[in-house]
C-alpha cells in the first residue's frame, strides 16, 4: 500500500504517462485481489471440469475429428477450444460484473479522476487487467493440456499471446456494453450471449456439423475465431484463417478500448 501511495504522490505532483497509469491501475487491483485469490482462481476452474468431463470422458466414445487435414483425438480437439473459453471467461468477470461495480457503485472511477488519470487510463488500466487475468487463466490451462499430452506442435506456445487477443476483443467490447447497463437485471443479457458461443462455437464439434447458414453465423463470432486461432496453434495446422482471426479480434478490442473511453468521458465528465 505504501508503493501505491507513493506512487499516486507522485502522480498527484506530475502528469502521467500512459504506461505509468495503467501500472498504478494494475498494482490497485492486485492490492485489491490479492486476500481474495480464491475468487480470482475460480474462473480457471470451470473449463479445467469441462475438460475432464466432455474432452476425456466423451472422448472415450468418440475415435477424432478432421482438423485442417489432420486427424486428432477428441480430448485434444476440445482442449483449445477450453482454453479459448477460459480467456474469454477471465477476461468477462473483470470487464462486465466488476467494471459495473466500481462505476456504478463504488465510485472508484469519479475518485480516480480527482488524481491526474484520465477516463482513458482507467479504461486502458481496467483492459489491461482483465487481460492478465484472462492470460494467467490460458498459462495455466495450456500447463494443464502439456501435463495431458493434448499438444502437438511447438506452435503451441503462441497459444497464451493468442488468448491474451481474446481477452483483449471480450474485454473491450464488454466494458463498452457495460457503460449502457442499468442495473444488476441487465447482465443477464451477457449470459445470453456468452452460452450460446460457448457451446456452438465450435468448442465440442466441428462447425461442419451446422447447415450453411448457421455456419456462417457461427464463423463470425469472437469465440469461434479465438477457438480456432487456438486450435491451429496447438496441433500445428496453421492457415490464412489464423490471420484473420488475429485482425479480427485485434479490431474487436481496439474499438471497444476507444468506445468505453468516450463513454467514461460522457458518464463522468458531463
Partial sequence: MAMLTTSVGRAAASPVSAGEATGLLLYRNYLAYRRAWYIFISGFLEPVFYLFSIGVGVGQLVTGFQFNGQTIPYAEFVAPGMLAASAMNGSLLDSTFNFFFKLKYNKLFDQMLATPLTTMDIARGELSWSLLRGGI???????VMLAMGLVSSWWAVLVVPAALLIGLAFGGVC??????????????????????????????????????????????????????????????????????SVVYLVTMGLVGLVVVGRRLDKLLLT
Fill in 137 to 143: 487463466y490460458s498459462a495455466a490451462f495450456l500447463g
Fill in 175 to 244: 466494458m463498452a456494453l457495460t457503460t449502457w447497463m442499468r442495473s444488476w437485471q441487465d447482465f443477464e443479457f451477457v449470459t445470453l450471449a456468452t452460452l450460446p458461443m460457448f457451446l456452438f462455437s465450435a468448442t465440442f464439434f466441428p462447425v461442419t456439423a451446422f447447415p450453411p447458414v448457421v455456419r456462417w453465423i457461427v464463423e463470425c463470432t469472437p469465440l469461434y475465431r479465438g477457438v480456432v486461432l487456438c486450435r491451429e496453434l496447438a496441433t500445428g495446422a496453421l492457415s490464412w484463417g489464423s490471420a484473420v
